[in-house]
Structures are given as C-alpha cells and as structure tokens.
C-alpha cells in the first residue's frame, strides 16, 4: 500500500467545493495565501470564464502532502450541465468528499451527484459546510441525508448550539471538543445527555456492520478509539458507511480535522509498481505549443518519460513530457507511479475515457446529452476555422459529438443544457477569436426496431473482397446495441470478426426513419467470407456496415424520445398547477409528499415537452420553486408523426456508405446489385 489519496470535491453549485480545496491547500503549506472564489483569485478556478461566473467549469488537480500522505485533489464542476465533466474526473478517484451546504442543504444536484459515486462505487466522505452561515440547520440537513441519500452516514462530528458556538463542536470518536482559532483541543467526559446519546448512535451503527463491534456493545465492554478507526476505514472501503464531518471552509472551522480524517479513514491507492503500466486518461486538453495534455491516473506500474505505452488501439506512442499540475502551474517530473495523477504528453490518439497499457477493463456508460443544437459563425468567411475550433473542444468533451453536414456547410453539437451553451459561446470567442450565434436546442431522437430481419452485403471491387451476413432483433429497452458472433475461427479470423464488430457499431449511428441512431438491438454475425489475396480489414468494415443498413431497411423501426426525471419542490398553493403543467404537457407524477408548507413532486415527462419548464416555472414562482430535470431514459415517441413531418429533424448520413448495396464484379465489369 502507498501513501497516497486520490480524492474529488464534488458537490451542488455554490456549496463551497473550491473554497474547501483552497483552505486545504493553504492549511498543508501549498499555497502561501488564500485566494477567493467571490474575487476571482481561487488557485483553481482560474479561467477568465470561472472567475466571471464564480463557478468550477472544468475539472482541476492539485496535489498536497499532510501527515506523510499525498492527496491529490481533483476539484470538479458543481453545475448539472458540466455532468459528464465530474462524470469523466470520477474515474480517476480513489475517494470523494461530498459537501453539503449547511444552509440550503441537500439539493437537487447533490442527489445526482450521490447516484455516480455510487455507480462508480466511490468510498465517500461528506462534509457539511457554511455552519457559520444565517440559517445553517445541521438537524434538518442530518434528515434530508437520510430521506434522500442514504441512512448508512455516520456523523462523526457534532455541533449542538450551532447559533451561538458554531466554532466549537465535539469529535465522538476521540471525546474532545474542538474550539477554531484555539490550538489545543481539550479532551472532556461525556456528560451532557444529547453526546452521550449521540456516542452511543455511532457505536450502534458500527454495531451493524461489524461483528466484533457488535459484541463488545452487547457485552459492556470498552471499545478503544483504534477499533473504531479501524472499523470505520473498513466499512468506508466497502461503501457501507459515510462519515459525516462539519465546518466553514470560508474560515477555516474543520480543514484541519477533514484532512485528518481523508489520511485516516479514506482508501489507500490499491496500485501496484510491479505490473505492467496502465492507466485511464480522464480528461484532455489542447495546449497551443505542445498540443494534446492526457490527464492520466496510473492504475498500475510505472510511466517514465520517453517511455513506449500502448493505446486504446494497441498502437505505441512516445511519452515526450510527464506534467504535476497544481491549478494552472505545473511541475515537470520523470516518471508517475502506481496510484498518481498526471498529465502525459506526446499521446497522439489519446481520448477521454480510454485505457492506456495492455490491460483492458469493460467501459461504464457514461451520461447522455439528449440535445443538439447548430453552431453558427457571425461572419461566414469564419467557418472552417470554427470547425477546426469545435474539433478541438470536441476532443477536450467527447459529449458535444460534433456532427458536419458537408453539403449545407453545418456544424451541429450535442449540449447538457443552456448554461453550457453560454459557457461555450463565450469559450469559442475567447480562446479562438470567433464569435458565434448557437441555435436554440432540438431534441436528440434514437430509434428501434420491432421484428427479426436478415441484411447480406457482398462487397467485391477490383482486388478487395468481403462478405457478410447478419441477423437483427430488438432488444430490453436501454440495453444498447449488443453484437454476437457464431462464427467459428476456422471459418473467420478473429482479427476480421473483431474488424465487422467495430463496424456494427458505426452501422447503426443511422436508422431508416430520420437517420438518427439505432438502438435497443441486437445484431449476430450469421455468416461471412474472406479472400486470402484479396480482402482487407477496410473491406469488412464496408460489408458489415451495408449488411446491417439492409437488415435495418428489411424491418419495421419506430422512435424513441429521451426523457426526464424530474423533482419539483414548490409552495401548496403552487402545487395544483404544477400537476395540471405535467399532465398538459404529457409527463406523470408519483404521489406528492408534503413537507411542511411545502410539496415535493416527483415523476417523468418527455424532454420536447419540458426542456424550457425550469425557466418558465422559476417566472412564474418567482423564483420559489426548486426544480429539478435529469436524463432518465428513451422511452417510444408519444408524437412520433408530428416529428417525423418536420425536415429539421432529419439527421444528414453519407449516403455512400449508409446503404443496402452490394458490389459484385463480373468479367472486370462492376455490378451493383441490392
């Protein structure tokens, strides 16, 4: 095991996520001076477009040394629309810390952010912050942990009159109280009622998760601060519990006591010098003078530079530089281990989320964009230089999948929301002087099929050769496309089995309905042959993706439109409306939960229909209602006519290699036959 940590600070907007990386740095001797988030001088949110928003955009690192550890830090985005950002820096985490603001408490993207650190199975640490604040509630933010996150969090720290001392509070692990600005903490004995209930709340939990704890408690017997320690780094290894710590990172109350328990109780890097090297690139920049940055965490072994890593493709590439970045500054170094974050440089075809080294694992489905919208250059003469610029962001943030329709000079992206097209205006004007309109945003349709078809393609021009046979069924919805091959190695070599796999997915990007991804399939390789002269892997990329066009054309499609989860917190008298709104615009709502003078509803409704509510409902409320809309699933079209009638919906593929077509040659003549 080494002495390293690689841990994110995630949390909703504005819960004080880079103002507790900042005190973190300044507490650990790696800053010498505290910047502010508020006055734009934050060490990590220091694009010009974060400092004018106040907000984390992009995904920084930093590392710190505390208590002979090495932590590094990955502050992340806390808005909904830079998702698949946090999503991308997850990867490379050993564990997180969640904060929570003491005063609006647990928000609608907090709960988001909770469901990927569980699908992603990240030990996690939560801190409460802003205790310091007007309104700060610890006994309200404790229950809506428990109603809306989960019941396994374990507070470690307490603070019982948090209007008048919330800079003292008490440690129930080790029996002291803390007092901020005091250096010694003084240890006292549990006598007041509410701290003796609440160390005997913590040791049943443990209890529960630990036989040896358990029997102890039923026994009487003295439990010691090192059993307890030892308990709970366990059962955070294992994501059974989630200590629960608080403070005020704007000053400082509790820094020292979360970086305490980060080296404590948080995971050690499970990596191993020994092994082959591997690694996960979670993130890519474009640097003008050097070119592409690969954000790397070493899974295993060693990276030295000049060394030769394989890519996702098996190809070698040279690693010329190796980067520590600390915010916007970096340090060059020779080598990372096992278990470090940092930035490779001369990886040509590095892209985010692929495998670095031999050793391959299967991909987790990342989040959706389930929008696209047209970007559009304010001088025409801007065009091709914008397309190159929107290459390299769509390199930075594979989501935006830029699409170019050569014939009507287009470019189309694929956006979370309307922040992030802000964002991206801005982006494209200040680092690449081009300044650009974006369309208002259309829904991202998919579609399916409803029987079993055959597609053949013999493919055959002069001195190539190739030919497939598959076979389509639907799928369960939300599988994806799933591909089987039958086909034995002595009728197919594995390398040209492996060519029509890749070439399966790129078959379907375009259905027969509107051109727009096929899905919710799955497609089996019943046949092929090959040329021992003639054939190229190029060939059966050609073959496969005309079979399976043909296959799509033999069966019955139908559309899928992608919807939304939503949770909608408005007034009673507000409620009424909102169910009539959801109805209206053809959703449904579970039964409402009534808090106080307040309703929760929950529910789906299609995104056509509500991707402009948020905004309409925070007029109309002005400003009350706290709504919230995420990507649930691609459920059938409820207006699939409507959509199918408008042209603007038709998604443009190239109709050369998108077709059902075979290509026989007959005395050196070629034929086309269907």
């Not at 199975?121 to 933010?141: M, Q, S």
């Not at 001392?165 to 080790?174: A, E, G, P």
């Not at 010098?273 to 592409?292: A, L, N, Q, R």
């Not at 080598?335 to 940092?342: H, R």
Request: a negative charge; one cysteine or more.
């Amino acid at each position: 095991m080494k002495n390293i940590r690689n841990i994110g600070l995630v949390a909703h907007v504005d819960a004080g996520k880079t103002t507790t990386t900042e005190q973190m740095m300044y507490l650990s001797g790696n800053i010498m001076k505290l910047g502010s988030v508020d006055k734009g001088s934050s060490q990590m949110d220091y694009d010009e477009i974060e400092k004018q928003r106040g907000i984390t955009i992009f995904a920084e690192q930093t590392t710190l040394n505390w208590k002979d550890t090495k932590i590094n830090i990955i502050d992340t985005p806390g808005h909904i629309d830079f998702l698949s950002e946090l999503e991308r820096a997850l990867k490379a985490l050993d564990a997180s810390i969640l904060i929570i603001s003491a005063v609006e408490g647990v928000q609608s993207y907090t709960e988001t952010i909770w469901q990927l650190l569980r699908k992603y199975k990240i030990p996690t640490l939560i801190f409460i912050n802003k205790l310091d604040r007007v309104g700060a509630d610890l006994d309200r933010v404790y229950k809506e942990i428990e109603e809306n996150i989960t019941s396994d969090f374990l507070p470690l720290y307490k603070c019982y009159n948090l209007e008048k001392d919330f800079n003292k509070f008490v440690d129930l692990i080790n029996d002291k109280m803390y007092i901020w600005n005091s250096d010694d903490a003084f240890k006292f004995s549990i006598q007041d009622k509410k701290e003796t209930y609440d160390k005997i709340k913590l040791i049943e939990k443990l209890a529960d998760k630990d036989d040896n704890i358990l029997e102890k408690y039923l026994e009487g017997e003295s439990i010691s601060n090192e059993e307890i320690i030892k308990c709970i780094r366990f059962n955070v290894d294992t994501c059974s519990v989630y200590p629960v710590i608080v403070g005020s990172s704007i000053k400082g109350i509790g820094i020292k006591n979360l970086l305490d328990l980060v080296v404590d109780i948080l995971p050690d890097n499970k990596g191993n010098d020994e092994e082959d090297f591997s690694g996960i690139i979670y993130k890519i920049k474009i640097d003008d003078s050097i070119g592409k940055l690969c954000y790397v965490k070493v899974l295993d072994g060693i990276v030295k530079v000049r060394d030769t890593i394989f890519n996702e493709f098996g190809e070698e590439e040279k690693v010329t530089q190796i980067r520590k970045y600390n915010g916007k500054k970096y340090n060059s170094v020779e080598k990372l281990t096992s278990g470090e974050i940092g930035v490779l440089c001369g990886i040509r075809k590095g892209r985010v989320g692929e495998r670095l080294g031999l050793k391959k694992e299967n991909k987790e489905e990342e989040s959706k964009s389930v929008l696209t919208c047209r970007v559009i250059p304010k001088d025409e003469s801007d065009i091709a230089e914008l397309l190159k610029s929107i290459e390299i962001l769509n390199e930075e943030d594979p989501i935006l999948s830029m699409q170019w329709d050569t014939d009507k000079k287009q470019i189309n992206i694929n956006v979370m929301g309307f922040v992030q097209m802000e964002v991206l205006r801005q982006l494209i004007k200040d680092r690449f002087n081009i300044e650009v309109e974006i369309e208002k945003p259309k829904v991202k349709y998919l579609e399916t099929i409803t029987t079993k078809s055959t597609g053949f393609c013999h493919f055959e021009p002069k001195k190539h050769y190739a030919e497939v046979e598959v076979e389509i069924e639907p799928n369960k919805r939300g599988q994806g496309v799933k591909f089987v091959s039958n086909l034995s190695l002595d009728v197919l070599p594995l390398q040209y089995q492996n060519n029509i796999e890749k070439a399966v997915y790129e078959g379907v990007k375009h259905g027969g309905l509107i051109g727009s991804s096929v899905t919710d399939i799955t497609v089996k390789l019943i046949s092929a042959k090959y040329h021992l002269e003639h054939t190229h892997g190029g060939d059966f990329r050609i073959a496969a993706i005309r079979a399976v066009q043909q296959a799509l054309s033999n069966n019955s499609s139908i559309l899928l439109e992608p919807i939304y989860k939503y949770k909608i917190i408005v007034e009673k008298d507000f409620s009424g409306r909102v169910m009539s709104d959801i109805l209206r615009m053809n959703g449904n709502f579970d039964e409402p939960v009534i808090l106080g003078d307040k309703v929760v509803i929950t529910g789906e409704v299609p995104v056509y229909e509500a991707m402009y509510y948020s905004a309409e409902l925070a007029s109309a409320s002005s400003g009350k209602a706290v709504v919230s809309m995420l990507f649930s699933s691609y459920t059938e079209c409820h207006n699939e006519e409507e959509i199918l009638a408008n042209s603007e919906n038709i998604v443009k593929k190239d109709e050369t290699l998108y077709n059902g077509i075979s290509l026989f040659r007959e005395k050196r003549k070629m034929k086309k036959v269907k």
